[in-house]
């Protein structure tokens, strides 16, 4: 089996789009390919059902894809588009089999030390795939070799592990400094 897989990433574009440009520039050829096509405002009607969203967004924007990367910043679990994405990529659906999902900190996100994280001021759906072993979560690295490997053990997790997609999504963008249950 090939380690190479079509990798989703999803990140909030308005403060962490550089980060984005760099993991594309770092590892595009390394993963076989980066697939385009985030979630954008306005591209989905909002007033359509949740599983109808979720299902546009699995269908249409992660059509093919084997593995979703979350590259996680200061705010990025604010983000409804990230929730909509990640809810998405772990589900199956007729056309497309769920993607692995992983999560990656920036050198951005604040914290006292470089392996460590608030489980509150990370993408919530996410938290909860962590802590059931779907997903997994690491610190930003410039190995490719490295990166490539949480990618492939994603790959393989997504099935063998069922994903926690209980959470209601998120129906708007968040605020405040982290979230809660």
């Known amino acids: 089996m090939s380690t190479r897989h079509r990798v989703f990433v999803s990140y909030h574009h308005a403060l962490d789009e550089g980060y984005k440009r760099l993991f594309e520039q770092r590892f595009g050829n390394t993963f076989g390919a980066i697939v385009p096509g985030s979630v954008q405002v306005g591209d989905i009607n909002p007033y359509l059902s949740t599983d109808t969203i979720r ?13 979703t990367v979350v590259l996680i910043g200061a705010e990025t679990w604010q983000r409804k588009h990230v929730d909509w994405e990640i809810g998405s990529s772990i589900r199956h659906t007729q056309f497309n089999s769920r993607s692995g999902l992983l999560g990656i900190i920036l050198p951005s996100y604040p914290r006292p030390a470089f392996s460590m994280y608030n489980s509150y001021t990370i993408p919530p759906r996410l938290h909860d795939n962590i802590e059931c072993g779907f997903a997994s979560i690491h610190p930003w690295s410039d190995d490719a ?4 490997g949480w990618i492939h053990a994603a790959y393989e997790r997504r099935s063998r592990v069922n994903p926690d997609n209980s959470r ?14």
């Open 145 to 148: 070799a490295t990166v490539q």
């Open 168 to 181: 209601d999504s998120f129906g708007r963008n968040r605020t405040g400094a982290a979230w809660t249950d």
């Open 55 to 67: 299902q546009k967004i699995r269908d249409e924007y992660l059509r093919d894809t084997s593995v």
